[in-house]
Every structure is written in structure tokens, then in C-alpha cells.
């Protein structure tokens, strides 16, 4: 199974020798916008960003494996467990289930 940081290098370009990896997708993709419900689907978008989910993620996950963990788990500045990169976190006390998310 390839690590994800593999994958990235993987699909980068040739030509491209001032990086590693690459993760979006290359070149300009124009759409024109047809009607008000896709203007919104693009505004919605750009609002939402998914490297803005994502690429927090993705480093995490590469980060607990380069270490040989399975998984990273993202922990709130007040020390609350909040979400794994791609797990759901459970919590077990004796068999009395405490906290998921």
C-alpha cells in the first residue's frame, strides 16, 4: 500500500523540479456559468474550500504513519478530542461507553 506523500509524488509532473508532490490538479479548467444555481455551487466552493479540510488532514495522517502510528487525532486547545484524520475516536471505561465523536 502506497503512503499518501507517495501517491502525491506520484502524480507530479516532470517538468515541475521545484517540488515534490503534487496535489491539485494542473492546467485551467474554465466553466462558463450557465445559470444562478451553479453560480452559487462555485461561490459555495471557494467559501469551502477543501484543502481548507483537507490538507490538515492528509499531513496529519502522513505524519502519525511516518511515526508508526495508525492514525493522528486532533485535540481542541482546550484539551477536548475533536475528530482522527480518517477514524472515529471511541472512548471505553471498563465496558461503559464514556465519549465518541
Known sequence: MKT???QLAFYKKVHKTDRSYQFWQEGIHPELIQNEEMM???V???HNNPVNQLLPNV???QK???KGAYDAIFVSDKDVVR???NSDVFFFQAVKPLHTR
Do not use: G, M
Request: glycine share 0%; charged share 40%; hydrophobic share 45%.
Open 59 to 61: 499531513l496529519a495522517k
Open 4 to 6: 499518501i506523500l507517495e
Open 44 to 46: 459555495d466552493y471557494i
Open 83 to 85: 475528530e482522527a484524520t
Open 40 to 42: 452559487r455551487q462555485k
Open 64 to 66: 502519525a504513519l511516518d
